[in-house]
């Protein structure tokens, strides 16, 4: 028995949550389009998110991650990974609440520490202590996530696929999301 995918799932947590991975394995549960709003944002600019940031500054790039998740939202139901500082945003909120469904990755300061530090594609961590950075972002921003419709644990053991199954699990609590077909 496969399940239908009726509304679009936004997973949205911060960096090294797994949203891109958990969200790609768990596009092919569902066999839906998996679709990354950082991706986009990078087609459409054609520069990377740290040259955006760079260039134009957070407040631009919040703006073009606004346009890109709310044009997202309108399309064919999907698996949608956002940026870690999306869901910060009021506007976003409602628009993932609108028109589909909200789900935090919750994964704890040390899972996420484990797997960011060695990765240089994170411009928000360019600073003297990236550790008190991420700490001082995760402070900041577990009260939005918090807002979520719904919440999945992260588990240090779990498999890639194993998360994107507990994902699942929670999704099928949620029949105005997925049905079974």
């Known amino acids: 028995?496969?399940?239908r995918l009726k509304k679009t799932i936004a997973l949205v947590g911060l960096m090294?949550?797994?949203k891109t991975a958990v969200g790609t394995a768990l596009a092919r549960k569902l066999n839906a389009p998996f679709l990354d709003s950082d991706e986009e944002i990078v087609k459409a600019a054609n520069m990377s998110i740290a040259e955006i940031f760079e260039r134009d500054g957070e407040?631009?790039?919040?703006?073009?991650?606004?346009q890109v998740i709310a044009r997202l939202l309108q399309g064919r139901p999907a698996v949608l990974s956002t940026g870690g500082g999306a869901f910060m945003s009021e506007t976003n909120r409602r628009e993932i609440s609108r028109n589909g469904?909200?789900?935090w990755l919750d994964a704890d300061l040390d899972l996420l520490w484990a797997r960011v530090r060695h990765k240089d594609s994170r411009p928000l961590l360019h600073t003297a202590d990236p550790y008190a950075t991420l700490r001082n972002l995760y402070n900041?921003?577990?009260p939005f996530y918090a807002l979520a419709d719904l919440t999945v644990k992260?588990?240090?053991r779990y498999?890639?696929?194993e998360m994107a199954g507990a994902v699942l699990a929670i999704l099928k609590t949620r029949p105005d999301v997925v049905e079974a077909m």
Do not use: T
């Not at 407040?59 to 606004?66: A, M, V």
């Open 1 to 3: 028995m496969g399940l």
């Open 16 to 18: 090294g949550a797994g």
């Open 59 to 66: 407040s631009f790039f919040r703006q073009k991650e606004s």
């Open 101 to 103: 469904v909200a789900i």
């Open 140 to 142: 900041q921003r577990r």
């Open 154 to 156: 992260a588990d240090p």
């Open 159 to 161: 498999s890639v696929d």
